[in-house]
């Protein structure tokens, strides 16, 4: 996961904060999203090399740059830059030691990017989140059940092993890493991720049995041994996808891994992937990371990780089911990172899911087993691994989007995430910036914002109702969303009698957006936020007595983030 640095001070990045806030996570914010291409032409260097550049630039580096072949060459020759790896969008350059700077002020270059290290995030599960009734069609009258069938899930990870869980599902491997290898998961990861999107269980209620057992997986391997890769790997997976798609049905990417966010989405090469991605009505559903609490278990805000922080994707972070498919006993993970993103302030995760000590698939061999004997059940093929994290929780999104899908064949990507969305609980006590909409009822988004009974679902006995949210006479589909009666998207949105969006925000009496915000007598938004008399954000933010924020981040006298 990448963490990227960029203050929201345009009015475009306002009014992208504001939808996100009101709108639960940016159900449809895509909508009025700014093309990634779309900024200044200047360079603009991500954290990681702003790091390095302060170091003292004594080694040599590694910079993704975006550009056709030509493009690529012509600045490869005007510094001397030697190719290591041309990308589908540009390439991967390699700098001499005390050349960065040189290369960051061609103006001809609109970002600099560091081709730094991403990581993968570590029969209840199905049930808790009503896929179960989804398989026998228990969502709605003269339906029949859902399975994911026909749906291609392309899971960007460690590699898939050929284990008898998956069967026939897995219709591709291909290796990013290595041109020459063969796709098979040394870590553990990915064939686990695997198996809880699709692994295709005997039973109904087997304890490896997938979200969406009747889709297909297309294993592209970005991770390695040790559970790492690069960026520039991860982003010729995602273009591999794009550009196969059509042969291997493919709906829906995976994406249980990430970095640190070192610049902001627009700039970020994996955001613009996944943005390219979605132009395509790829569905691209990424981990929240697991930053959400210190080492001593004091929670954190600000942790989500990339590509997590990208608007594009769907944001997943974990809930702990507490080991049954009851959700009135389901709380937050302590682990699963909450928002806001770092530099661009949006509000993600965009919902939760199951992610605590999940049972699925082992790659025999695999690294993590090795390491950790005491995650293994069993032995031979009915061996599994036990895993936690939001990897899990992204691979639980990913199969309820596989199931919409096959219900919902025309549905585009933001349809998809609304519907997902509009399903989902509200688990108590908890806010936008760490829960999103809540925590997923696949159920609850099948049946759509439809009908008498739309908002309420029965599992494991308990009547569940959905989010604040009212289902009724409600339509999702294309640019235009109609909600009830209040609701209406497309260039504008109106709400009730309250709201008007177009470059300017009116609710009811108290809220007015355009260059500045007012909210009731507290909230003044300019270049600086006042609220009551506790909070300032400009450069910096400082809360009660307790939260400044610059460059560092000091929380009480317990959290130091930043160096």
Not at 173 to 179: G, L, S
Not at 266 to 280: F, L, S
Not at 300 to 307: E, M, R
Not at 387 to 402: D, E, I, K, P, R
Request: aromatic content about 6%; proline content about 3%.
């Amino acid at each position: 996961m990448v963490i990227f640095r960029h203050s929201a001070t345009s009015p475009q990045d306002r009014m992208l904060c504001a939808t996100r806030l009101l709108l639960f996570a940016a159900a449809f914010v895509i909508a009025a999203a700014i093309p990634a291409g779309a900024q200044s032409r200047r360079a603009r260097v991500s954290d990681d090399l702003k790091r390095h550049l302060d170091s003292g630039d004594a080694t040599a580096t590694a910079v993704i740059v975006a550009g056709n072949s030509a493009q690529v060459d012509a600045i490869a020759a005007r510094h001397g830059l030697r190719v290591r790896r041309r990308l589908s969008s540009g390439a991967v350059l390699e700098v001499p030691a005390g050349r960065l700077a040189e290369v960051a002020g061609d103006n001809d270059i609109p970002q600099l990017s560091g081709d730094h290290i991403i990581r993968g995030q570590m029969a209840v599960t199905d049930v808790s989140i009503g896929a179960d009734q989804a398989w026998s069609g228990d969502f709605g009258p003269m339906r029949s059940g859902v399975t994911g069938q026909g749906i291609g899930i392309a899971v960007l990870d460690s590699g898939v092993t050929m284990v008898p869980g998956l069967g026939g599902q897995v219709t591709a491997r291909v290796d990013m890493i290595d041109a020459r290898g063969n796709g098979r998961d040394e870590w553990g990861h990915g064939t686990h991720v695997a198996g809880i999107i699709a692994a295709a269980g005997s039973l109904a209620r087997n304890e490896t049995r997938g979200v969406a057992p009747g889709a297909s997986i297309v294993s592209v391997k970005v991770l390695g041994a040790d559970g790492s890769g690069h960026v520039s790997d991860l982003l010729e997976g995602i273009d591999w996808v794009i550009a196969n798609r059509q042969r291997y049905q493919i709906k829906v990417i995976n994406l249980s891994l990430g970095a640190a966010v070192e610049q902001g989405w627009r700039d970020d090469p994996v955001c613009q992937a996944i943005e390219r991605a979605w132009r395509v009505n790829v569905v691209t559903v990424a981990a929240a990371g697991n930053l959400g609490k210190t080492a001593d278990g004091k929670e954190i805000l600000g942790g989500v990780t990339s590509p997590g922080n990208c608007p594009y994707a769907i944001t997943a972070g974990a809930v702990n089911t507490k080991g049954t498919a009851f959700r009135s006993d389901d709380v937050i993970a302590t682990y699963s990172s909450r928002g806001l993103t770092r530099f661009d302030h949006l509000i993600k995760p965009d919902l939760l899911a199951p992610g605590n000590r999940i049972r699925s698939l082992l790659a025999p061999g695999g690294l993590i087993a090795k390491e950790h004997p005491e995650l293994v059940t069993g032995a031979g093929n009915d061996a599994t691994l036990e895993l936690s994290g939001t990897s899990m929780s992204s691979a639980v999104v990913a199969g309820a989007a596989a199931l919409l899908l096959e219900a919902r064949p025309t549905a585009n990507a933001e349809t998809i995430r609304a519907l997902l969305q509009l399903g989902s609980e509200r688990l108590p006590g908890l806010g936008l910036i760490q829960q999103g909409a809540g925590s997923l009822n696949v159920l609850a988004s099948l049946k759509g914002p439809q009908g008498e009974d739309a908002g309420t679902t029965s599992i494991a006995g308990e009547q569940i109702a959905t989010g604040r949210l009212s289902f009724a006479q409600t339509s999702v589909g294309g640019a235009h969303i109609v909600w009830g009666d209040t609701l209406v998207w497309g260039d504008t949105l109106v709400w009730g009698d309250t709201l008007v969006w177009g470059d300017t925000l009116v609710w009811g009496d108290t809220l007015v957006w355009g260059d500045t915000l007012v909210w009731g007598d507290t909230l003044v938004w300019g270049d600086t936020l006042v609220w009551g008399d506790t909070l300032i954000w400009g450069d910096t933010l400082v809360w009660g007595d307790t939260l400044v924020w610059g460059d560092t981040l000091v929380w009480g006298d317990t959290l130091v983030w930043g160096d």
